[in-house]
């Protein structure tokens, strides 16, 4: 199973863009990046996934690297409530959606 | 109009008590799980049904034995708590079809006292 590399800890400014980076050097062709994320004594919620190209949905963008060994997890605008603990996760190849989580990254937004 | 649910929030129990967890998704997915986040933080994976079949079962002690009466329910029966089983679990449901996002409850706070 791939493993993920993220830092323990980042701050933010309120209103600037937050960039999360994992590093997932063992990423095999054929693997998902995945990010969820998990604000305090709530369950994780899903981000964003991509597998090549660059992604971007309502939340946030993702951008995988062309040799896919990295990503970036941005959020354009960050606010007070995207504190939250950050998981790159790499899925399982296979048909069975498992997913291993690591210790994450806690992003604080400062005001 | 809460998409995973889980009963109850809080359950509080002794040591050597038999307990249950419920889950429930109202999303259509046809894949569950089980995850267990311990005082660390750290989140694993226990179990995944799809269409009531087991697909993971992760090395878990086999007090611990999961039920999915149909497809949009998990249950997660334990037996003969332990101080260590302490921690908080988490239902999720995905969709084979739609990506495999996971959609996560509000969890339950298992405390063994």
């Known amino acids: 199973d791939a493993k993920t590399t993220q830092p323990p800890s980042m701050d933010c400014a309120e209103g600037r863009a937050a960039n999360l980076p994992c590093n997932h050097s063992t990423i095999s062709g054929n693997e998902y990046v995945y990010w969820y994320r998990q604000i305090h004594s709530q369950g994780p919620q899903y981000i964003i996934h991509g597998l090549k190209n660059n992604e971007t949905n309502e939340m946030a963008s993702l951008i995988i690297t062309e040799d896919r060994k990295s990503s970036t997890l941005i959020l354009p605008h960050a606010t007070l409530r995207d504190t939250a603990v950050y998981y790159c996760i790499v899925r399982v190849a296979g048909n069975t959606g498992k997913l291993i989580f690591g210790q994450g990254t806690t992003l604080q937004v400062k005001p | 109009d809460t998409a995973v649910s889980q009963t109850p929030k809080y359950l509080v129990t002794q040591m050597g008590n038999d307990k249950s967890i419920k889950c429930e998704q109202n999303l259509g997915h046809d894949t569950m799980y089980w995850y267990k986040q311990d005082s660390k933080k750290f989140l694993k994976i226990m179990f995944s049904?799809?269409?009531?079949?087991?697909?993971i079962n992760e090395t878990v002690p086999n007090r611990f034995s999961p039920k999915s009466p149909d497809k949009a329910h998990l249950n997660l029966h334990i037996n003969s708590l332990e101080l260590g089983d302490s921690a908080v679990y988490f239902c999720?449901?995905?969709?084979?079809?739609?990506?495999?996002?996971?959609?996560f409850g509000p969890g339950t706070r298992l405390t063994v006292t």
């Open positions: 999720a449901s995905s969709s084979r079809t739609g990506g495999y996002e996971q959609y």
């Open positions: 049904y799809n269409n009531k079949e087991l697909i």
